[in-house]
Nanobody, 114 residues
Framework: QVQLAESGGGLVQAGGSLRLSCAAS????????IGWYRQAPGKQRELVAR???????NYADSVTGRFTISRDTAKNTAYLQMNSLKPEDTAVYYC????????WGKGTLVTVSS
C-alpha cells in the first residue's frame, strides 16, 4: 500500500523560504517520479512541480524560478524548496505521483503572510 506523508509547512513572511518533504512507503521516487500539488482555499488542487520517471521536471508558471523540486533516492524522500514566497502561495501542499493518481495524504499547510 502506497503511503505518502508531507511535512515542513508553516507560517512564513512574504519573501521567505520553506522546504517541504515527502516521505514514501510502498512507492519509489527514483522509478515513479514525484509531483507536488497545492490547494488554496476555495480553489481546485493544482500541480506545482513534478519530476517524471525519466527525470524531466515541470513547473507551474506561477512558481518557475522560485520553487525547486528534488528527490533523494537513497532516502526515498522528495523535497520542494520554496523561495521568495508570496501570499498567493498560501495553500495545503500535497505530494503524489506525477499525475496525481494515488490516494492523497493529509498535506502540509503553508501560510505566507504579507
Amino acid at each position: 500500500q502506497v503511503q505518502l506523508a508531507e511535512s515542513g509547512g508553516g507560517l512564513v513572511q512574504a519573501g521567505g523560504s520553506l522546504r517541504l518533504s515527502c516521505a514514501a512507503s510502498g512507492y519509489t521516487f527514483a522509478i515513479n517520479g514525484i509531483g507536488w500539488y497545492r490547494q488554496a482555499p476555495g480553489k481546485q488542487r493544482e500541480l506545482v512541480a513534478r519530476i517524471l520517471s525519466g527525470g524531466m521536471t515541470n513547473y507551474a508558471d506561477s512558481v518557475t524560478g522560485r520553487f525547486t523540486i528534488s528527490r533523494d533516492t537513497a532516502k526515498n524522500t522528495a523535497y520542494l524548496q520554496m523561495n521568495s514566497l508570496k501570499p498567493e502561495d498560501t495553500a495545503v501542499y500535497y505530494c503524489n505521483d506525477p499525475f496525481g493518481s494515488r490516494a492523497w495524504g493529509k498535506g502540509t499547510l503553508v501560510t505566507v503572510s504579507s
